[in-house]
């Protein structure tokens, strides 16, 4: 476990959750445990499984209104003064101009970043934090938060609610969206998902293995290689889901046209939670209060 000195920074006091970080045992750790050997502990994992349904419960009913979204990833260690934190920022403001609100693990570096572009720019901001063994909080400019104690209900959120994935420079834990994300794409679990990797110094020796090693010794296909846009821009990162998210919305409609349908078209062969059909900035539910 990192040292006090070692754990991630936020720029910005973070807001303390205090269902989270109670003990040092995480309910991950507890679940994925060696099964018990007596019947009293059998009983306690069988209901285990009522925790994690109204995990995914509390998911689904928090994210059911969220418009088009994406999902940003990257290091929880980035600080506010490394050209990635920037470039974290201005990506999310440059989506919540083109309409999309924005989803993080809640947490400090590239988190806070996108978070902080998406809720200062009038879109909604939505932070979906994990129990760690040291206490992390969510950061200070997430509009709409969620708990989670297992990072597998946490992970179908990532998805569900995004229409593309971004991802900067980071450790373990992006790697584990990677290539999670890459692996539903190329078994055909979800459609027409753009995977932006942002950052070519940092990610060409990792494209290099995947083509020298990966694609040589045909342990994936050409086209495979094919499911990441890697750039340094973050015009380009939004232009690529723009454009994708355009041409999905064109083929539905076009779609449903030709089979005589009426009404609304949000159903993209069960991808995601409802869809707006136009892309028009959300604001913060903070300011929508105020409103009121």
Same mark, same amino acid.
């Given at each position: 476990?990192?040292?006090?000195?070692?754990?991630?920074?936020?720029? $910005?006091?973070?807001?303390?959750?205090?269902?989270?970080?109670?003990?040092?045992?995480?309910?991950?750790?507890?679940?994925?445990?060696?099964?018990?050997? =007596?019947?009293?502990?059998?009983?306690?994992?069988?209901?285990?499984? &009522?925790?994690?349904?109204?995990? &995914?419960?509390?998911?689904?009913?928090?994210?059911?209104?969220?418009?088009?979204?994406?999902? *940003?990833?990257?290091?929880?260690?980035?600080?506010?003064?490394?050209?990635?934190?920037?470039?974290?920022?201005?990506?999310?403001?440059?989506?919540?101009?083109?309409?999309?609100?924005?989803?993080?693990?809640?947490?400090?570096?590239?988190?806070?970043?996108? =978070?902080?572009?998406?809720?200062?720019?009038?879109?909604?901001?939505?932070?979906?934090?994990?129990?760690?063994?040291?206490?992390?909080?969510? =950061?200070? &400019? *997430?509009?709409?938060?969620?708990?989670?104690?297992?990072?597998?209900?946490?992970?179908?959120?990532?998805?569900?609610?995004?229409?593309?994935?971004?991802?900067?420079?980071?450790?373990?834990?992006?790697?584990?969206?990677?290539?999670?994300?890459?692996?539903?794409?190329?078994?055909? @679990?979800?459609?027409?998902?753009?995977?932006?990797?942002?950052?070519?110094?940092?990610?060409?020796?990792?494209?290099?293995?995947?083509?020298?090693?990966?694609?040589?010794?045909? @342990?994936? /296909?050409?086209?495979?290689?094919?499911?990441?846009?890697?750039?340094?821009?973050?015009?380009?990162?939004?232009?690529?889901?723009?454009?994708?998210?355009?041409?999905?919305?064109?083929?539905?409609?076009?779609?449903?046209?030709? =089979?005589? /349908?009426?009404?609304?078209?949000?159903?993209?062969?069960?991808?995601?939670?409802?869809?707006?059909?136009?892309?028009?900035?959300?604001?913060?539910? /903070?300011?929508? $209060?105020?409103?009121?």
């Amino acid at each position: 476990m990192p040292s006090r000195e070692e754990e991630p920074r936020f720029s $910005r006091t973070p807001i303390p959750v205090p269902e989270l970080n109670q003990q040092r045992r995480t309910e991950d750790e507890r679940l994925l445990q060696r099964q018990p050997t =007596n019947l009293q502990d059998m009983a306690k994992e069988a209901w285990r499984v &009522f925790r994690i349904m109204g995990e &995914f419960v509390e998911g689904f009913e928090t994210l059911a209104h969220l418009g088009p979204a994406v999902s *940003v990833f990257g290091s929880a260690r980035t600080l506010p003064d490394d050209p990635m934190y920037a470039a974290a920022e201005r990506t999310a403001r440059l989506l919540a101009e083109a309409g999309f609100a924005v989803i993080t693990g809640g947490g400090p570096g590239i988190m806070e970043a996108a =978070n902080k572009g998406a809720h200062e720019s009038g879109s909604e901001s939505v932070g979906c934090n994990i129990e760690l063994p040291f206490e992390q909080g969510m =950061n200070a &400019f *997430v509009d709409t938060s969620i708990n989670f104690h297992y990072f597998f209900v946490r992970k179908t959120m990532f998805v569900k609610y995004a229409e593309a994935f971004v991802i900067f420079p980071g450790g373990f834990g992006t790697m584990d969206e990677l290539f999670e994300a890459l692996t539903l794409i190329q078994t055909g @679990k979800v459609q027409n998902f753009p995977v932006v990797l942002i950052g070519r110094e940092y990610w060409g020796g990792m494209l290099d293995w995947i083509r020298d090693s990966m694609l040589a010794e045909g @342990k994936i /296909a050409p086209r495979d290689v094919d499911l990441l846009t890697v750039t340094d821009s973050p015009e380009e990162a939004v232009r690529t889901i723009v454009d994708a998210y355009d041409a999905e919305v064109s083929r539905t409609a076009e779609s449903a046209e030709a =089979n005589g /349908a009426t009404g609304p078209t949000d159903d993209r062969g069960g991808r995601g939670g409802f869809k707006l059909p136009a892309r028009t900035p959300r604001r913060p539910r /903070a300011l929508d $209060r105020d409103a009121e």
